[in-house]
């Protein structure tokens, strides 16, 4: 698979964002303007005041960082989610935009856009003029996590999160870094014994509580290639998957045990930003090194009996847990080389051994289905080592012995090993 060439992935992202800023520019000064008269309402408690106050800081806001020339993306949960349940109706319409403000004069405290670091070096002067015209601005700054072990550069900090203030509104501007395998991370915003807590209402902020990492492809591709199944079974089975996983999660960290994402659970992460709902199980991956006896019976005492173990702690070690419903909760055990890592695979009716080999990886926080979980830093790599470089494409029908990429035939149980080594129950 060819190099992704980063440039041109933001030069789609600018284009995107600015298309859709667009439509809500030509929507206020063609339909409001025309058909209502004064846009913004000055009716104390009125909603149509409310909301026209939002639309119209966003407003100031944009006009703040065009005039600095400064690209910003939107990321805003709420209001992408509002576009997305309308993007096909947005799509076909020939009468032009929604004769109500749909999306940004909804209901929040914040309106949340993105910046990458390297677009801008020159934030004093967008300081002076954002309080010119009437904003109140704060920045949050932390440890540079890629400086972490080089004893001269590990303290130095850098800008994470910047919140510009007006009127009853808030602007969240989340500083986004790259990094190597086609990521990008953010921090958390941690605020300062110095700093005001009640300068916004910080608990409501979409972006912060956790750092995290993006993939620049899933950015680009996810709700666009990727749209949700929202069938009946599709929206039980993610439902029951995220369940599982909550649990799962729980139990491991209890036990101090660290777990990541992996298999088609980790491809979903990435791809499509979600639970793949014809995968039918979850899968995580775990170090040998960080094997505990204590697993098994910790997730018995969870409600999950084993329903089987494979291979044994020296050697191809996996177990799979039965939770509600006929979702399964796998967990692979990783084993490092001097240069690859590799998990194995053991077919019970034979005896047949395999092997699953992976570049070596380490391990990043991201958030997922509302748990903060590590994935692969070099996510792409670990994807593509699995399901090769036509990953983007989804396989309904996956045959784990002979569809892995990175699949290796790796010899056969002894026979009189196979009481120890295969256990269904």
Not at 61 to 68: D, M, Y
Not at 303 to 326: A, C, M, R, T
Not at 366 to 389: M, S, W
Not at 398 to 417: A, C, I, L, M, T
Request: charged content about 25%.
């Amino acid at each position: 698979m060819q190099k992704v060439n980063k440039n041109v992935v933001l030069a789609v992202l600018s284009l995107t964002s600015l298309v859709f800023l667009l439509f809500q520019l030509y929507y206020y000064k063609f339909y409001l303007s025309q058909k209502n008269g004064a846009v913004f309402s000055k009716a104390r408690g009125s909603q149509s005041g409310q909301d026209s106050t939002r639309w119209h800081v966003v407003r100031k806001f944009l006009g703040l960082i065009s005039s600095h020339n400064i690209p910003v993306y939107l990321i805003d949960p709420l209001i992408l989610g509002l576009v997305d349940k309308d993007i096909e109706q947005i799509r076909s319409s020939s009468d032009g935009p929604s004769p109500e403000c749909k999306y940004f004069c909804a209901p929040r405290d914040f309106t949340t856009f993105a910046l990458l670091d390297k677009a801008w070096k020159h934030e004093v002067g967008l300081f002076r003029t954002a309080e010119k015209m009437g904003f109140q601005w704060l920045k949050v700054l932390n440890k540079d996590p890629r400086l972490d072990g080089m004893d001269d550069l590990s303290g130095t900090e850098i800008p994470l999160h910047y919140i510009f203030k007006l009127a009853s509104h808030a602007i969240h501007l989340v500083v986004f870094y790259e990094r190597s395998g086609n990521f990008l991370w953010h921090g958390p915003l941690r605020l300062k014994q110095h700093m005001d807590r009640k300068f916004v209402p910080f608990r409501k902020l979409h972006f912060g509580r956790y750092p995290g990492v993006n993939p620049i492809l899933q950015l680009t591709f996810a709700s666009q290639v990727y749209p949700d199944d929202a069938s009946v079974d599709a929206v039980e089975f993610r439902k029951r998957a995220k369940s599982l996983l909550h649990l799962a999660a729980l139990t491991l960290n209890n036990l101090g045990v660290k777990f990541w994402l992996s298999s088609g659970t980790c491809l979903g992460w990435y791809r499509q930003c979600n639970v793949i709902p014809y995968s039918k199980d979850v899968d995580l991956g775990i170090f040998i090194r960080d094997y505990k006896a204590d697993i098994i019976p910790a997730f018995q005492k969870a409600g999950l009996p084993l329903k089987h173990k494979f291979g044994k702690v020296e050697d191809s070690l996996e177990l799979s847990f039965q939770g509600d419903d006929d979702v399964k909760l796998d967990i692979f055990f990783f084993y490092e080389e001097d240069d690859y890592i590799w998990n194995g695979g053991t077919q019970a009716k034979s005896g047949k051994k395999f092997k699953y080999l992976f570049p070596k990886f380490t391990l990043c926080w991201t958030e997922f289905v509302g748990l903060k979980v590590h994935v692969p830093c070099e996510t792409l790599q670990y994807v593509e080592a699995n399901y090769g470089p036509d990953w983007k494409v989804p396989v309904k029908t996956w045959d784990w012995k002979n569809s892995p990429s990175n699949v290796q035939y790796n010899g056969v149980w002894p026979v009189d090993e196979w009481d120890e080594v295969i256990q269904i129950y």
